[in-house]
Structure formats: structure tokens, C-alpha cells
């Protein structure tokens, strides 16, 4: 009788301490899990024309894995993202360092500024970068002025490159948020006790910053590696035809003319799966390597 009493009071205290999770729990139910649900349905249908056809067939699947184009621009659309968030990351590292530690007075309007930034529009800010690195640009009008160049860099825009540093750009904002608030919880005490010791400023980094803003490291990676790989208006605009990634193909199997919706589910599901199989894999080596 005690046991079942205990048993039904744990399972009330349960109850209460997850009712708070409901509304999030049914938004991410109906929005998420059930779009995606229907996405994987659709990726076993075929298309004859404009009709959909719900014969369950590993027909786009099988095309999908005996493409080389597709194979070529899922490799392509991994390596711009990993590139991106080798940059990024690294950067949100600094400047949070900066906010927090060297210009920790004024890193609350920092914050702020930042947050304004994510404010403006996101195709605005994209052809922000493409006046920058464009020929006759920003970055190749200066170099030219100052006659370090006699012609335009012409590889500064339309190539894999230029998608890198136009991500950089977009992404750079959302990865110094998670970073500054893991090092906002850590006492510059810490930092202090280890320089009176003498320790150098790379024993600081490896041994108190990083363990300690780990956590933030690692949605700053996230964010930086999965925006960048879903991304398909940046490649668009900066990229040219010879930059596409995956998600440019993916985007047209779903509109115009010759679109063909469950080759487009197919096709995401695959680059999904292999991206966050790459995310979770890269996130249990840091792991081993942080303990180790």
C-alpha cells in the first residue's frame, strides 16, 4: 500500500513537473514532427509529372546513391559547413573573450549591437556581402587604391569562398550569443588565480575557458555547421552556378517546372541524416578529447 502510494506520488510530481513542457511539446509536435513525418512518406512516393503517386519505392534513394552530381554536392555542401564553423567558431571564441574579460564595461552594448544586427534582414545583409566582395566591390576598390591589385580579385565573388565568408558574416552573430553566455558564468578569479601561478595564456585557454564554455562551444558549432550546410539562398546569390550546394537542388525539386517533390524529400533526408550523423560524431570526439 506505501509502495503504491509512493509510486502514484512520484508519478503525480512527474505530471506536475512537466506540465510546463505541454505547449512546447504539442508547437514542436504539430510544427516539427509531423511535417517531417509526412517529408519521409513522401521521400518512398513517386512523381509522374505534377501527380504524386504513393507507391512505396526506393526509387529516389537508389538515384540519389548512384549519382555521382549528388554525391559531389552533398561532399561540397559538408565541407562548407565544416569550413564555416572551423571560422566561426573561433572568431565567437575571441570576440566573446573581448566582451567578457577586456571590455567587460561595455560588453552589454556589444551584446547589443550584435542583437540589432540579427534584426536586419537576412537577404539585406547577404547582398550587404556580395557589394563587398563583388568586382567592382568594397574590398576590390580599396585594394585597388591602395595598389596593392591592378585588376579585381575575380574569385572573391562566386565561388566556395565567397559563400564561406558571406556565412561567416550571417552566422558570426549567432554564435557569439551561446559563447559569451557560458563565459558570462565564469569568474575572472579563475583567470587571475592561474596568471599568479603563472600559468601562460594558452594553459587559460585550454584549461578554464574552454572546459568551462563548453557548453556554449558547442550549440556555437551546431549553429555555425547546420545553418551553413542547410543554407541555399547564400550559394544562390554569392555562390554562382559552380558554387551550388545541396540544398539549391533540393529547393528546386520542389518549384518550377520540372520539380519532383519526393526526389526533394528524398534528398533532404539523406543530407540530413549524414549532417547531424557528422554533428553527433564530431561532438562525442570533443567529448573523448575534453576528458582526455
Not at 565544416?82 to 560588453?107: C, N
Request: hydrophobic letters at 55%; proline letters at 4%.
Amino acid at each position: 500500500m506505501t509502495a503504491t502510494a509512493g509510486t502514484m506520488g512520484r508519478w503525480g510530481q512527474a505530471g506536475v513537473t512537466a506540465r510546463p513542457l505541454l505547449p512546447a511539446s504539442f508547437f514542436y509536435l504539430i510544427f516539427f514532427a509531423v511535417p517531417m513525418l509526412a517529408l519521409f512518406v513522401l521521400s518512398f512516393w513517386r512523381a509522374n509529372g505534377f501527380v504524386l503517386i504513393p507507391d512505396l519505392t526506393l526509387d529516389n534513394y537508389e538515384k540519389i546513391a548512384t549519382s555521382s552530381l549528388y554525391r559531389v554536392l552533398i561532399i561540397r555542401t559538408i565541407a562548407v559547413g565544416l569550413v564555416t564553423a572551423a571560422f566561426v567558431v573561433p572568431i565567437a571564441f575571441a570576440v566573446s573573450y573581448l566582451m567578457r574579460f577586456v571590455f567587460e564595461r561595455r560588453g552589454q552594448i556589444i551584446l547589443q549591437l550584435i542583437l540589432l544586427s540579427l534584426f536586419s534582414g537576412y537577404l539585406v545583409r547577404i547582398y550587404a556581402w556580395r557589394t563587398i566582395l563583388g568586382k567592382q566591390g568594397l574590398l576590390n576598390s580599396t585594394l585597388q587604391w591602395l595598389g596593392l591589385i591592378d585588376r579585381p580579385l575575380e574569385f572573391l565573388i562566386y565561388s566556395n569562398l565567397a559563400i564561406v565568408i558571406t556565412l561567416c558574416g550571417l552566422l558570426l552573430p549567432l554564435a557569439v550569443l551561446p559563447i559569451y553566455s557560458a563565459m558570462a558564468n565564469i569568474s575572472r578569479d579563475y583567470l587571475e588565480a592561474a596568471r599568479d601561478l603563472g600559468a601562460p595564456a594558452y594553459t587559460l585557454i585550454r584549461t578554464i575557458l574552454v572546459p568551462m564554455a563548453l557548453p556554449g562551444l558547442r550549440t556555437a558549432f551546431a549553429f555555425a555547421f547546420l545553418l551553413a550546410a542547410g543554407d541555399f539562398v547564400t550559394p544562390t546569390l554569392v555562390g554562382g552556378t559552380q558554387s551550388l550546394l545541396i540544398g539549391n537542388v533540393i529547393a528546386d525539386q520542389f518549384r518550377g517546372i520540372g520539380s519532383n517533390w519526393p526526389l526533394g524529400a528524398a534528398l533532404a533526408f539523406v543530407t540530413i541524416s549524414i549532417v547531424l550523423g557528422l554533428y553527433f560524431l564530431i561532438m562525442r570526439i570533443v567529448r573523448w578529447v575534453t576528458v582526455w
